[in-house]
């Protein structure tokens, strides 16, 4: 029997569309099991000249220049979104409209409403749908899953995550899209804090209430003149105000009884992509660090005496759904692997008619903790996160 295809439509080519590209190029290759398949149909970006290079870079077949166009082909049968948070709602509406399955870069939508709307549009067209919350992915982060639920750490009392970066420190950086509201929707926290609160959902549960403060350091910086694929570009000679934040802190209470603390920016200079967490439960705890991705810090009540406190499980040797597709134990993977385990599993899901996980429901009740977030920075008082 031929093995089924899926023909994807790509909307975005620089950073976050190389990382799609390239894990499209590798899932079935390593993850050969999988019976439904990706085909590289086309990419879409604005540029003609620079999309018609990235899919000939990229893998792809062709390339469009209009969204619009990409979504109303009859030989495409995903959409995937990875361009600036203000584009998803239109996009990913258009597409459950035209009946497409859609894969979405996160934060789902630029605001709660319209993740709300999306999440919505999907539902009522009936379409499958996942978001790249790709660090769920990360073998690690699994295995701290499986301990969780298995009652290693029994019940959970502390949750504590930073996610830090200094790519913005030096005030000559230039207004990239991400440092303007109307573009990205928020600062760090839509952009580091989401990560860390789905990573908080999935391993410890649904978040009650929040109490937060946010600041900008540098409030203005120079316009953009051209971009790259790298989050920077070429500064211009005339000075933007910078809308967003810079940094995001906050302290949460889980409807399971545990606290936990949030901590992004993008101001620590020396970290270069921090996304660390630590879990406390009453039999034990476990800890993660993404700059050493291939490893989770674990102590157990049944640690021998003498031999005290945490000890360093390399994650590589297929104890875990992922690893072991790919090299011998201790043969280590990194960030690009996350976005292949994330479409081994859309194409898993997708094979079994199930919908993927994590999805737009899980994009929307992010959305609604960020924008409580913001709220309760603003109110400087608690605030409770709305039921979804």
Same mark, same amino acid.
């Given at each position: 029997?031929?093995?089924?295809?899926?023909?994807?439509?790509?909307?975005?080519?620089?950073?976050?569309?190389?990382?799609?590209?390239?894990?499209? &190029?590798?899932? +079935?290759?390593?993850?050969?099991?999988?019976?439904?398949?990706?085909?590289?149909?086309?990419i879409c970006g604005r540029d003609e000249a620079g999309v018609q290079r990235a899919a000939g870079?990229?893998?792809?077949?062709?390339?469009?220049?209009?969204? &619009?166009?990409?979504?109303? &082909?009859?030989?495409?049968?995903?959409?995937?979104?990875?361009?600036?948070?203000?584009?998803?709602?239109? /996009?990913? /509406?258009?597409?459950?409209?035209?009946?497409?399955?859609?894969?979405?870069?996160?934060?789902?939508?630029? $605001?709660?409403?319209?993740?709300?709307?999306? !999440?919505?549009?999907?539902?009522?067209?009936?379409?499958?749908?996942?978001?790249?919350?790709?660090?769920?992915?990360?073998?690690?982060?699994?295995?701290?899953?499986?301990?969780?639920?298995?009652?290693? /750490? +029994?019940?959970?009392?502390?949750?504590?995550?930073?996610?830090?970066?200094?790519? /913005?420190?030096?005030?000559?950086?230039?207004?990239?899209?991400?440092?303007?509201?109307?573009?990205?929707? *928020?600062?760090?926290?839509?952009?580091?804090?989401?990560?860390?609160?789905? $990573?908080? &959902?999935?391993?410890?549960?649904?978040?009650?209430?929040?109490?937060?403060?946010?600041?900008?350091?540098?409030?203005?910086?120079?316009?953009?003149?051209?971009?790259?694929?790298?989050? +920077?570009?070429?500064? *211009?000679?005339?000075?933007?105000?910078?809308?967003?934040?810079?940094? *995001?802190?906050?302290?949460?209470?889980?409807?399971?009884?545990?606290?936990?603390?949030?901590?992004?920016?993008?101001?620590?200079?020396?970290?270069?992509?921090?996304?660390?967490?630590?879990?406390?439960? *009453?039999?034990?705890?476990?800890?993660?660090?993404?700059?050493?991705?291939?490893?989770?810090?674990? !102590?157990?009540?049944?640690?021998?005496?003498?031999?005290?406190?945490?000890?360093?499980?390399?994650?590589?040797?297929?104890?875990?759904?992922?690893?072991?597709?790919?090299?011998?134990?201790?043969?280590?993977? +990194? !960030?690009?692997?996350?976005?292949i385990n994330f479409l081994f599993d859309v194409f898993t899901a997708l094979g079994k008619d199930?919908?993927?996980?994590?999805?737009? !429901?899980?994009?929307?009740?992010?959305?609604?903790?960020?924008?409580?977030?913001?709220k309760a920075a603003e109110t400087k008082k608690w605030e409770n996160v709305p039921s979804v």
């Amino acid at each position: 029997m031929p093995q089924k295809t899926l023909n994807v439509g790509l909307i975005g080519y620089k950073f976050m569309g190389k990382a799609h590209s390239n894990a499209y &190029r590798q899932v +079935g290759r390593f993850f050969d099991e999988l019976e439904v398949k990706p085909v590289l149909k086309a990419i879409c970006g604005r540029d003609e000249a620079g999309v018609q290079r990235a899919a000939g870079l990229m893998g792809w077949e062709g390339y469009e220049t209009d969204w &619009r166009k990409l979504i109303a &082909r009859d030989d495409i049968d995903i959409i995937d979104i990875a361009v600036p948070g203000n584009l998803h709602a239109e /996009i990913a /509406i258009a597409a459950a409209k035209a009946g497409k399955t859609i894969l979405c870069e996160k934060p789902l939508g630029n $605001t709660a409403a319209e993740a709300k709307a999306m !999440y919505d549009a999907v539902r009522e067209a009936g379409v499958k749908h996942a978001i790249y919350f790709n660090y769920r992915k990360m073998p690690a982060i699994t295995l701290a899953k499986q301990l969780i639920d298995e009652g290693a /750490i +029994g019940k959970i009392y502390h949750w504590r995550a930073t996610y830090l970066q200094d790519w /913005i420190v030096d005030p000559n950086f230039p207004l990239v899209w991400r440092l303007r509201k109307d573009l990205a929707g *928020s600062g760090v926290n839509g952009d580091l804090n989401a990560h860390l609160v789905d $990573t908080a &959902r999935w391993l410890v549960g649904e978040i009650d209430e929040v109490s937060s403060v946010m600041e900008t350091f540098v409030k203005q910086r120079p316009e953009l003149a051209a971009t790259d694929d790298r989050m +920077g570009g070429v500064a *211009s000679d005339v000075m933007g105000e910078v809308t967003v934040e810079d940094a *995001s802190l906050f302290l949460a209470r889980f409807a399971s009884g545990a606290v936990g603390t949030f901590e992004a920016s993008r101001f620590a200079l020396g970290r270069k992509n921090y996304n660390q967490f630590e879990i406390n439960g *009453s039999k034990g705890s476990v800890q993660f660090n993404m700059e050493r991705p291939n490893e989770l810090n674990i !102590y157990t009540e049944d640690t021998h005496a003498g031999t005290f406190g945490y000890r360093t499980v390399s994650v590589t040797s297929g104890q875990d759904p992922y690893s072991g597709h790919y090299w011998p134990t201790a043969h280590n993977i +990194g !960030y690009e692997h996350t976005f292949i385990n994330f479409l081994f599993d859309v194409f898993t899901a997708l094979g079994k008619d199930e919908m993927p996980s994590p999805n737009f !429901y899980d994009g929307y009740v992010n959305n609604v903790i960020l924008e409580t977030v913001e709220k309760a920075a603003e109110t400087k008082k608690w605030e409770n996160v709305p039921s979804v």
